[in-house]
Structure formats: C-alpha cells, structure tokens
C-alpha cells in the first residue's frame, strides 16, 4: 500500500490483526501514546487510525480506561467481483439534502445553512465545454423521449463511480435516475410489497411526508451514537428499514460495523425485508477513505442504495439514482404507470461526460480539501470552548452539530444569535423531544472570505465569558 498515507497503512494492520484473531473480543488496545513510542511514528498518525476503526466498530473506547476491542458478528460476507460492469474508470462518490432550504432566511447577513455548497470551486468552464458537446448537431437522439431508468452513459458512469468509490457493486440495468431522493422514494414505495417501516428519530424530513401522503406505516426508532437502534425492532414486525448509515441527517453519527453487521443480517431473516440507504454525504469524509456502503457487505440483494449530485455537483442540478437490487428490478418492469424519466436528457449527458473524463473525481477530491479546510477552520477556532460546547458528527459530510453546556437557555441563545445578526438551525426543529440546548451548523457554503466573521459571531452567541 505504498500510495496509502501512514495512518492507513496503520489503520489497516491493526484492523487485519483483529480480524485475524490476534486480539480477542474486550482485550484492552494498546494506548496511543504507548504505540505512538513503540512505532516511533507522531501521535496524530496513531489518532488518525484509531479514529477509522472506532467509526467501523472495531475497537471502543472506555472513559479513563482507554480502547478495548469490540466483539465483532461477522457475516457470511464473500468476495463479490464486478466482471459485470464491464471497466471500471477512476471515480468517487456523491448526494444532499437541498431540501431543507425552507430554513433559509435571505435577511440574516450570517447562516450557517444546510443546503448549500461553494460554487466558487465549481469547473464552470469543463461543464460549460460538455453543454455545449451535448447541443451539438449529431446529438439529435437526445431530443427524443429517453428510457424512463435514465440515459445509459450515465448509468454506466454512475456503476462504476459506486464501485470504485464504496464497493458498490451493481449493473446499469439496476440503476435508476431521478430528480430527487423523494421521487426515488416514492418509486420505492410502489416497488415493494405492502412496506412498513422503520425510519430513524431524528430523521430526514421528508422520509415522513412520503409515507404519511401514501399512508405507509412507520416506526420511528432512536438513533444511537452507533446507528440507529436495532433491539427496538423486535417490538414490531414492519419490513423495511430507511437508513443514513455513514453520516446520520441530522446527528452526523456514523453506524459502526458491528451494527452494520446486524442490520443486514435482520434484511436477510424475511424475503419481504428491504434496507433503503441514503448515502447522501459520504463522499466528503475527511479523515481516511469513506467507509464502506451497506450495500457493499450485501449478500442476498437486500439493500436498495440512493444518493444524489446535489452537493457533490450543485444542488439545482436535481438529479439523484437509485441502484435496486436484482430481484426488485423485474417488480419495477412490471409497474403499471411508470412516468417519465424526469431528468433532461442533455443534462444527463453532459454529467455522464464530466464523470468519463475524470473532471468529477478531480472536483470531488478539490472540495473535499475546500471543505475540510473550512471545517477545520471553525473547529480549531471552537476548542479552547470545548467545556461550554460540545460538537459530533464533524468527521464527514458538511454539517456538524453543537451541544451547548454551559446553562444557556435556547431562547437565550437565539436571542443573542439575532443580535449577532446570526443565523443558526436548533437542532429541536428535527427532535422536538430533545431536552439539550442544540444546533445542526453548515459550513459548506460560507465562503473563506466570510468563514471567520462567522465563526466570531458564533462563539460571541453561544460563549459565556
């Protein structure tokens, strides 16, 4: 692995010697400091490793005690190979909830919004060269009415992007394209056979209006710092459950491999069983590769994976996919009514281009940079607070939220926040049975010009001198 950075050369032992026995469930873990001086190699490297196989569930950690090593339920996972795909060119990864702008308040000069990006870093001029191939005179046959799954490039752009970026494996036959996550979703529900399900609490809003418009029953259950939490669902029999594993909306908490484990296992009990996951934000992790999907740990053809390019391109391109699992596509042949692939066709093409070039790899790796630069930015500016704050999920994506702790009351916090002409989203708004004063922060469309104006205005808003 010699392209690898040292952290994941070590992260990657250390995971190979827990798999392979040399450490037993609940053994103690060396301590950083101690492995750090063994190995002769800084103590970020160690933090770094430690960090990935905490977020994948191989070791936990114990206040005061250190990291132990977690009793890992393997599955029967095997090999799977992507012979079927045909290549499989260089890409990464892509989604985003720009649904979630009916919190915007144009009049507010500060926000920390959900939904945006920074266009600044956008290839305009690449894009712009693909608009115009795909206006050209020998493109007459996009005018005409395209295959309601979407056009063929870009589902085979989009099959090997998945599989080279998080192990996805699936063909262009299984992948569907649409203008939103929620289209997609509702396409789901008249897929599937009778579904009932379990979504997460908190959870991505319009999950909730889907199923409540088409009177689909649901179950909401409590997200963990782990995941979402399985033994609630032995209370209830529904069969489908709706997921962010690798960047929960809105807590940020990242589903570790045990739990993963066990999820897939439930699919895999009942035929009738399905796991949607949104993989909305996964490509912007910033500390090691992106964890695996769930799809990618998949056996039996029980994950139905969706994302979209809303943040990983922009969020009025208005294009999502949906990849089924091979038994579920014959039930989509067999849909009475299907519409009309919703996406235009020349944008369809021109995203299909961008992908085949390599641009969109290069624009992801750019803004990952862009966007852990401003997230360092404003979590350095944030530690010397961190007994009066408290933040999670700030190791992917592009929000992260803040726990309050220092008594300030939410009104009191909005208050100053409007007097900071600040604008920040209480996390109360997604759980209203939260009893902590909270907030669910955005970073990726303030601009570095305007990132520390920002980060004063929320510490003068939230700190208590």
Known sequence: MPNKHLYLNLYENLKQQIIEGQYQSDDKFPSKRALSQHLSISHTTIEHAYQLLLDEGYIYSKPRSGYFVSDIETLPIINRNATHLNESPNQTNAYSSNEVSNNENNNETLAFNLSEIDAEYFPMKQFRKYARDAFEDDQLSLLQRTNPKGEWQLRQEIAHYLFNSRGVTCHPEQIIIGSSTEQLINLVTDILNKPQFYIENPSYPPIKKILDKKQIKYKQITVEKTGIALEAFKKFNHNVAYVTPSHQFPTGYVMNLKKRTQLIQWAQQSEQRYIIEDDYDSEFRYFGKPIPALQSLDTKDKVIYISTFSKSLYPSCRMAYLVLPKNLCSRYDTLSNKESNTVPTH???????????????????????????????????????????????????????????????????????????????????????????????????????????????LIKTLIKK
Do not use: W
Request: proline share 3%; hydrophobic share 40%; aromatic share 10%.
């Open 347 to 457: 944008l369809q093409k021109m995203v299909a281009s961008f992908m085949e070039s390599g641009s969109f790899e290069r624009h992801l790796n750019k803004m990952r940079k862009v966007y852990k630069a401003k997230l360092k930015f404003i979590i350095d500016a944030l530690t010397p607070y961190q007994e009066q704050l408290e933040v999670n999920g700030a190791f992917a994506g592009m929000h992260f939220t803040l726990t309050v702790r220092n008594g300030l009351t939410l009104e009191e916090c909005l208050k100053r926040a409007k007097q900071n002409n600040l604008k920040i989203i209480p996390f109360n708004e997604y759980d209203q049975n939260l009893q902590d004063v909270k907030f669910i922060l955005g970073f990726g469309g303030i601009p570095f010009s305007k990132l520390e104006i920002h980060t004063q205005a």
